[in-house]
């Protein structure tokens, strides 16, 4: 059981810089989600791919902000010109057309100095 | 989606029940109540889901009230290791839509020895 890896699990990055995460959703699992997290909070809603498509995005996911998903396996995350307030742990999820459960990754905590 | 009301925080004896409340008056006929977890640093767990009648698996039992507007979580017999924050999320369930997930503040549930 590999579960859903999310790479990786902690970055630290210069206000300004570019910051790409990397998602390894459940094997055969078409449908995949990003979230965000600040502390104390419930995650938020980013983005969602079924397959390779970008079927939905949140208005948090500001332009700086894009996902992608080639060939419907794995996804990134891009965040351009960070910021500290972009500080939060990014989570992913991926779950199978016809079930209730999503499952989650273990995150990618970024602080944004 | 509807909304829900959860208790800030609970805490519960190890080995005894954690019941944990969750309102959801404005909840829709086809919307269903799931219910996650998420231990400290780590991503968020399903535990459970329900539409109209009670469930059961080897985490929890989910009690729906007749007039589906309240539920309740029951842990059996919680563990330290059940120490967590609890959300509760009513939506539909879609083959058609994203079905992503609306996570409020949730219920930090302690377990203590």
């Known amino acids: 059981d590999t579960g859903v890896s999310q790479n990786p699990r902690h970055k630290i990055t210069k206000r300004g810089q570019n910051v790409t995460f990397r998602c390894d959703p459940i094997?055969?699992?078409?449908?995949l989600y990003w979230y965000r997290q600040t502390l104390g909070q419930g995650p938020e809603f980013l983005t969602y791919?079924?397959?390779?498509?970008?079927?939905?995005k949140s208005r948090l996911l500001s332009d700086r902000f894009s996902a992608e998903r080639p060939k419907g396996s794995f996804s990134t995350l891009e965040i351009q010109r960070t910021e500290q307030g972009d500080s939060a742990m990014y989570l992913c999820?991926?779950?199978?057309?016809?079930?209730?459960?999503?499952?989650f990754g273990q995150g990618t905590r970024l602080t944004v100095v | 989606d509807a909304k829900t009301t959860q208790p800030t925080s609970m805490d519960c004896a190890e080995g005894r029940a954690a019941n944990l409340p969750c309102n959801h008056s404005?909840?829709?006929?086809?919307?269903?109540v799931y219910w996650y977890r998420q231990i400290h640093s780590q991503g968020p767990q399903y535990i459970i889901h329900g539409l109209k009648n009670n469930e059961t698996n080897e985490m929890a039992s989910l009690i729906i009230t007749e007039d589906r507007k309240s539920s309740t979580l029951i842990l059996p017999h919680a563990t330290l290791r059940d120490t967590a924050v609890y959300y509760c999320?009513?939506?539909?369930?879609?083959?058609?839509?994203?079905?992503?997930?609306?996570f409020g503040g949730g219920t930090r549930l302690m377990v203590k020895p």
């Open positions: 791919f079924q397959n390779e498509a970008q079927l939905e």
């Open positions: 404005t909840i829709s006929g086809n919307e269903y």
């Open positions: 999320i009513v939506r539909v369930a879609s083959n058609n839509a994203g079905n992503m997930l609306t």
């Open positions: 094997s055969e699992h078409n449908r």
């Open positions: 999820a991926s779950r199978p057309l016809s079930t209730h459960e999503a499952f």
